[in-house]
């Protein structure tokens, strides 16, 4: 049995009650419909301000199942395209292994911060459950803007991933935007980890060029950690997009998306009317931190 996304669903527990399919790796029932849950809240607050495809059907896997329906190969990972939404039951080992690789560079009070809001040691798995929203605002892309050969291609990184930035930045305002209008109270468990590890420095990272952010993913010998310092850093600039211009951020870049394929230049010049400091911390990106 499938259902559209050429994996078979058969093994899997299939979750009722939502206006879309959700489908659970056995004994994670309860996790699958928090998670769906939460899908669903994104969802509706995201359509009150862009226009949404159907929401495709999510997948919420144990290990067991991770490696034929996921589309990367690290397990936890959250991520979506226009046929699935797949998120793990467990967090990913991507996120003990990030504290773990920046914590001798943190201050003490950095330290600090890390274990009064996520424990200690650091458990990231709160924070990883909130990135659902960032994969929901992925559905609203364009992803002629990631691919040169237009939408309907399968594949997950594109072939033109040179505005891979520009498109991380969209999701993580639509995450922001969220998460302050509908779950503040999640406001220090989104934010903390991402301020603290941003502002650590980025000569630990082998790849700081934006235009390079998807090497750090691609690369043969990449663990994530770098690709997820870059996703951190593009959060903190979502953040201030959001506090200076709200949901207005989130439609001029959608609307960017949607519209001609246009140079770096045009790209920051968008940003630049929308927010000059954040324009200017791409133009010197990374040396200048907000």
């Known amino acids: 049995m499938s259902f559209g996304v050429d994996v078979e669903i058969a093994d899997l527990e299939s979750i009722e009650d ?3 399919p959700v489908f659970s790796s056995r004994g994670g029932s309860d996790r699958a419909r928090s998670v769906a849950a939460r899908c669903d809240r994104a969802t509706a607050w ?4 862009l226009e949404m495809p159907p929401t495709p059907p999510l997948f919420v896997l144990g290990r067991q199942d991770w490696h034929r329906i996921a589309l990367i190969p690290q397990y936890g990972l959250p991520h979506a395209s226009r046929r699935q939404i797949v998120m793990g039951q467990e967090p990913s080992d991507i996120w003990p292994t990030m504290t773990s690789t ?3 560079d943190l201050s003490h009070s950095a330290q600090e911060r890390l274990q009064d809001v996520y424990g200690t040691p650091p458990d990231l798995g709160a924070f990883a459950d909130l990135l659902v929203a960032h994969e929901i605002t992925h559905l609203a892309d364009n992803p002629a803007w990631l691919d040169e050969r237009g939408p309907g291609s399968e594949t997950f990184w594109g072939n033109t991933p040179r505005l891979l930035w520009f498109v991380e930045l969209f999701a993580n305002v639509g995450l922001h935007g969220y998460i302050c209008e509908r779950e503040p109270e999640s406001l220090p468990t989104l934010e903390t980890v991402f301020d603290v ?5 980025p000569a ?7 235009h390079r952010m998807h090497e750090s993913a691609t690369a043969a010998d990449a663990d ?5 310092w870059f996703e951190f850093g593009l959060q903190v600039l979502a953040k201030h997009l959001w506090e200076e211009c709200g949901a207005t951020a989130l ?3 959608s609307s960017t998306l949607h519209g001609p394929m246009l140079s770096d230049d045009q790209i920051v010049g968008v940003l630049e009317e929308l927010d000059p400091v954040v324009a200017d911390s791409i133009r010197s990106w990374p040396s200048t931190q907000i």
């Open 197 to 201: 590890i941003w502002h650590t420095s």
């Open 224 to 228: 994530g950690t770098n690709y997820v």
């Open 204 to 210: 630990r990272w082998p790849i700081t060029g934006l």
């Open 251 to 253: 439609e001029s870049m």
């Open 46 to 49: 995201l359509a009150s301000h």
């Open 102 to 104: 920046v914590w001798p």
């Open 18 to 20: 939502f206006s879309f």
